[in-house]
């Protein structure tokens, strides 16, 4: 099997933050984002590393920033073409660093919905909306909306984002940024929805990071990937089911056999479900661009 990253430990470069997946560093105007193996599940990082997750992530997202053709804050991938203090840590960096611009990030996750599933299927059971959004009744589970909807979240730094109303963004943000963002986020989801379903594959909802550098508007983040969106293999999609995604259900399923708590520290996985969910990792990013990830 594959060597994994779980850290991104570069003494010489000023770390910023590590997230669930990311390590951050400052170099100055811009930003190098590391995407390591680590996987979550249940907001609890588990101690084994996925291989070669974090090159998915990464090359999915520099695929996705290039067709989209939306302002975004991606430099390059190429580490080669970083500045002399990163190249020398191509090593470890190769095939999962973003240089980025550095932005202001938005206080909001904004989150674009086309199918009923997840958190918004139980939601719709309970209110007949989702996240306050009134549909039709006697929609099925897994069923494709009228429309998209737009579906905003606080950012959460530990556990879960909480869901709120397009009203509170506007107290966030103010009026116009908050239409701008609700609009661009139901853009790029239907461009990338239509792109999938060329490829074999449902997008059935993803969540958007913004940021600003002046006045001006950027994606950041990571940007349609497994960990950030809901992809269905379009053979396998079925209404009134919980279609199979390419992401870490493997991993979510293995611990809720074992009765995992949810609360860290998280057990190590076998090596049948690290295995198991690298494929789909890789599966997800040869269906979607076509070709292989690159080793």
């Known amino acids: 099997m594959d060597p994994v990253l779980l850290a991104a430990e570069i003494p010489d470069l000023k770390h910023v933050s590590s997230g669930k997946v990311r390590d951050i560093f400052d170099l100055g105007d811009t930003l190098l984002i590391v995407a390591s193996d680590r996987i979550s599940a249940f907001d609890v990082v588990l101690p084994n590393g996925i291989p070669r997750k974090g090159q998915v992530l990464t090359a999915l997202s520099e695929f996705w920033f290039g067709f989209l053709g939306t302002p975004h804050h991606l430099i390059t991938c190429e580490v080669s073409q ?3 203090e ?3 840590h191509e090593r470890i960096l190769r095939g999962r660093t973003m240089l980025v611009r550095k932005a202001k990030p938005f206080p909001v996750e904004c989150v674009a919905r086309g199918y009923l599933a ?9 209110t ?17 909306l009228p429309d998209p909807i737009y579906t905003p979240a606080t950012k959460a730094q530990v556990g879960h984002d909480e869901n709120i109303s397009f009203e509170e963004t506007v107290e966030l943000l103010e009026q116009k940024t908050a239409e701008e963002l609700r609009r661009r986020t139901l853009e790029i989801y239907r461009k ?7 490829r074999g594959i449902v997008l059935a909802d993803t969540k958007f990071e913004f940021g600003a550098v002046g006045g001006e508007i950027l994606l950041i983040d990571e940007v349609l990937t497994p960990d950030s969106s809901r992809f269905w293999p379009r053979s396998e999609y079925r209404l009134d089911t919980s279609p199979p995604s390419f992401d870490k259900q493997f991993v979510r399923d293995y611990l809720e056999s074992i009765r995992f708590d949810k609360k860290p520290p998280a057990p190590a996985l076998p090596e049948e479900v ?13 269906r979607l661009t076509g070709r292989a990830l690159p080793n």
């Not at 997840?118 to 059971?125: E, N, R």
């Not at 007949?128 to 494709?144: D, H, S, T």
């Open 192 to 198: 990338a929805a239509e792109y999938a379903e060329t």
């Open 118 to 126: 997840g958190s918004g299927w139980k939601d719709y059971q309970k």
């Open 128 to 144: 007949g909306g989702v996240c306050g959004i009134r549909l039709p009744a006697g929609l099925r589970q897994a069923e494709k």
């Open 86 to 88: 990163v190249r020398r």
């Open 82 to 84: 970083m500045p002399p």
């Open 274 to 286: 690290i295995r198991k969910t690298s494929e789909k990792y890789l599966d997800a990013y040869r």
